[in-house]
C-alpha cells in the first residue's frame, strides 16, 4: 500500500475478520487485498490452493502479525466445507469474504473462441463462477450481519477482449452471479459485490496471450493512464468491507483508471 492509502484507511476495518481467497503469490491481487485490509486494522485470515502455493501464502502472512492461512481447492466441496468449520472454530464469526479465484485451462486462451472445448467452458465456469455460490453457501450461516461478499471481474465480461476468451463469458456469468446472490442474501443484510479491476500482472494474468496489449492499451488510453495501480484495487476492496460501503450490494465496481468509460 502507498503511505496515502494506508493513512486514509487506518482504522477502516478494526473489530472486523476478513477471509481473502486466492493467494498465489504476492502478486496476487488476493494479498495486495488482504494486506490492505489487515492495514486497515482487520483481522485477515488467506486461502491458498495446494502445497505448491502453500509455501507463498504461509511466507507472506508471516509479515502480518495474526495472520493466518488456510487450504481451500473450490473445485472439491469437502475442502470448502472444511474450510467453514475452521473458520467457525477459529474465529466463531466473519464479516468479509474476498473471492479472487479464476481459472482457465491456457489452450482456451490461446486458440479461438470459437474452438472453446465442453470441458475448458465447464472448468472454467466451475472455478471462475460456481466457487462464489459454493463458498458463500458454506461460509454465509458464519457471516455476522452486514456482512460483505465480493469477487474480482474483468471488463471483459461485457466486451470482446482478444484470446480472453472463456474467461470473458466466465465473468459475465460471475456478475450475474453476483446480483442473483446480492438478491438472495440481502434480507440477510449480506452485501454481494464486485470489483472489475484493470490489468494487474499477475500469475493468472500472464497466462492470458493478449495481456500486454490490453495492459498497453488501458495505460494509454485510461483517464488516470498508469496511475492505476493494484493499491487501488485494494483500496476498493477496503472500502466494500467498511461500514461505509453499506447501502451497496449487487454491484459492479470499476477500478480501472476509468479505462471503461472512454470510447477509444
Ligand atoms: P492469481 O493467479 O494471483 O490469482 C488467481 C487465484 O486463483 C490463485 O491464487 C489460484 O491459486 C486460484 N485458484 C485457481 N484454481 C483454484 C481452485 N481450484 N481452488 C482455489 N483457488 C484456485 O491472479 P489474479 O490476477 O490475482 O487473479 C485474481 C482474480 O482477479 C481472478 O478472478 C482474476 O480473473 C481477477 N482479475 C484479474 C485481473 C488482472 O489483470 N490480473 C483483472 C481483473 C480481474
Same mark, same amino acid.
Given at each position: ?26 502478486? +496476487? ?27 507463498? %501464502? ?11 492461512? $488456510?487450504?481451500?481447492?473450490? =473445485? ?13 472454530? *477459529? #474465529? ?20 479461438? $473462441?470459437?474452438?472453446?472445448? /465442453? ?10 463462477? #460456481? ?5 458463500? /453457501? ?9 456482512? +460483505?461478499?465480493? =469477487?474480482?471481474? #474483468? ?8 484470446? #480472453? ?7 459475465? %456469468? @460471475? *456478475? ?10 440481502? *434480507? ?35 483517464? @488516470? ?40
Amino acid at each position: 500500500m502507498s503511505d496515502t492509502a494506508t493513512t486514509s484507511a487506518s482504522g477502516l476495518l478494526d473489530g472486523k475478520t476478513c477471509i481473502v481467497m486466492g493467494v498465489q503469490n504476492r502478486w +496476487s491481487i488476493a494479498w495486495q487485498i488482504a494486506e490492505a485490509m489487515a492495514n486497515a486494522g482487520a483481522n485477515v485470515a488467506i486461502t491458498y490452493v495446494d502445497d505448491r502455493a502453500k509455501k507463498n %501464502a504461509e511466507q507472506l502472512a508471516a509479515t502480518v502479525p495474526g495472520m493466518r492461512t $488456510f487450504v481451500c481447492d473450490v =473445485t472439491q466441496d469437502e475442502s470448502i466445507a472444511n474450510l467453514a468449520t475452521t473458520l467457525k472454530a *477459529e #474465529y466463531g464469526s466473519i464479516d468479509t469474504l474476498v473471492h479472487s479465484i479464476a481459472f482457465a485451462p491456457a489452450d482456451e486462451l490461446k486458440n479461438r $473462441f470459437l474452438e472453446t472445448s /465442453r470441458d475448458g467452458f465447464r472448468l472454467a465456469h466451475d472455478i471462475s463462477v #460456481y466457487s462464489l455460490i459454493a463458498v458463500a /453457501r458454506e461460509l454465509v450461516p458464519i457471516m455476522s450481519e452486514h456482512g +460483505s461478499i465480493m =469477487t474480482m471481474t #474483468y471488463l471483459g465480461a461485457t466486451r470482446a477482449f482478444p484470446k #480472453y476468451n472463456v474467461m470473458g463469458v466466465a465473468k459475465a %456469468a @460471475l *456478475e450475474a452471479t453476483v446480483r442473483y446472490l446480492a438478491l438472495d442474501l440481502g *434480507e440477510q443484510g449480506i452485501r454481494v459485490n464486485a470489483i472489475s479491476a484493470g490489468p494487474v500482472r499477475t500469475a493468472s494474468a500472464r497466462g492470458i496471450p493478449g495481456f500486454s496489449d490490453m495492459a498497453n492499451m488501458a495505460a494509454e488510453r485510461a483517464p @488516470l493512464g498508469k496511475v492505476f495501480t493494484p493499491e487501488h484495487v485494494a483500496g476498493t476492496a477496503v472500502f466494500l468491507a467498511s461500514d461505509a460501503s453499506q447501502g451497496l450490494t449487487g454491484d459492479v465496481i470499476f477500478v480501472d483508471g476509468g479505462y471503461h468509460a472512454t470510447g477509444m
